[in-house]
């Protein structure tokens, strides 16, 4: 069996979609993208494929190493997130033409329901109360907020307490059962950060998300002593010798790799056993299309230490398209009760609706996240 061919789909909202043929008919499905970047990851990966047709499918570690270390400039965002989608592909090429998902080939299953959480409140957090009430009340016993909208260096109280009362009001509308996140986004420099942490502590917060950029994560041991808020950190980190750094120095109990950008299934799976080895969970980051949660939940179904995994149904950067819509079977991520039951069909478990992404990749997208600005003029983290 060899690589017959790489054909890639730019589809709204904001996703691309790479779709790996062998010789024989199998396909095998990725999502390489970095959000707002995906012609330059579409490029990548283009250059990549040399290295790809005519090569055996089911040589993934090869492949990975080849594209990784064969080249003398390697890692960050663009490079690793072409990898992590055609590595994925490689793992549903392998897991079809065995007839096993992909988790059969990583160890097996070590549970059969997995735990997922849902957004509220968008990137400047509004009425958060009655949209995590909605999500509860769909059977979500998790959601995951933005903690804050802009921050300055150094902000004011009102800001503080703006964005403590709005926990508050999510922490009085569902109840102690029921976990929330809040993703500081990289938005909050390190004394703010601890500022509102130990502000939000007396609500109980599930986990705190980057609450500094990842090139500042030498501050999370500071952070992290000074709070019993488990903090968690790592969409933006690249293959396990990021993570390597992080968890040697300490300060995150929770790392959260994305698969479409840290690698793919197998470099996420090594990193998932060094984070065991520091006694940390793992909740993979995903605000991405269907591909991409497939791949993450192949991933959390073969992890121990996997705990939550993030979805994007109904996320506010999904305009137009929604999680659900490339799927001929949408059913296979049905949520019952804040869980979605383990995926037993070959590969990544899921079957793509190539005609309706097709029918998609010609309207395409040209989606940027926004910049903005505080009120001097200065441009700030989004």
């Known amino acids: 069996m060899k690589i017959k061919s790489i054909e890639l789909f730019k589809v709204p909202p904001r996703w691309l979609f790479l ?149 508050a009001a999510v922490r009085e509308a569902i109840g102690s059962a029921n976990g929330i996140g809040v993703d500081l986004h990289g938005r909050v420099h390190k004394t703010m950060a601890k500022v509102l942490i130990k502000e939000m502590e007396p609500f109980k917060p599930m986990f705190i998300e980057e609450p500094v950029l990842p090139e500042n994560n030498e501050a999370l041991l500071e952070i992290a002593k000074g709070s019993s808020v488990p903090i968690a950190t790592g969409e933006r980190m690249y293959t396990r010798w990021d993570f390597k750094r992080l968890l040697t120095q300490g300060g995150a109990d929770i790392i959260q790799p994305d698969l479409s950008h840290a690698g793919g299934i197998w470099e996420v799976r090594k990193i998932a056993a060094m984070a065991e080895a520091f006694d940390v969970a793992v909740a993979p980051h995903c605000p991405l299309g269907p591909i991409a949660l497939a791949a993450s939940l192949q991933l959390d179904f073969c992890t121990p230490n996997a705990f939550i995994q993030e979805q994007s149904l109904g996320i506010h950067y999904n305009q137009g398209s929604d999680l659900l819509d490339y799927l001929a079977d949408p059913s296979v991520f049905e949520y019952e009760n804040g869980f979605v039951k383990r995926l037993t069909k070959p590969g990544l478990g899921i079957e793509m609706n190539e005609a309706k992404i097709r029918e998609m990749a010609a309207v395409g997208h040209q989606w940027r996240n926004p910049v903005w600005r505080n009120e001097d003029g200065t441009v700030t983290e989004w």
Do not use: C
């Not at 959000?35 to 490029?43: L, S």
């Not at 070590?110 to 995590?132: L, N, Q, S």
């Open 19 to 167: 779709k790996m043929t062998t010789d024989d008919g199998i396909v095998g499905w990725g999502e390489p993208i970095v959000e707002g970047k995906a012609d330059t990851v579409r490029a990548a990966v283009e250059e990549m494929s040399e290295f790809l047709i005519g090569r055996d499918p089911g040589h993934v570690e090869d492949l990975w190493q080849v594209l990784y270390r064969g080249g003398f400039y390697r890692g960050g965002p663009i490079l690793t997130s072409a990898i992590s989608g055609i590595e994925q592909a490689l793992w549903d090429i392998k897991g079809k033409s065995l007839g096993v998902p992909v988790y059969d080939l990583l160890g097996g299953p070590v549970r059969e329901k997995m735990r997922v959480y849902a957004w509220i409140g968008g990137d400047k957090p509004d009425d958060v109360a009655a949209a995590a009430r909605e999500k509860i009340a769909q059977g979500y016993t998790a959601i995951k907020m933005n903690g804050t909208a802009e921050m300055e260096w150094i902000d004011s109280w009102q800001k503080v307490e703006e964005a403590v009362e709005r926990l």
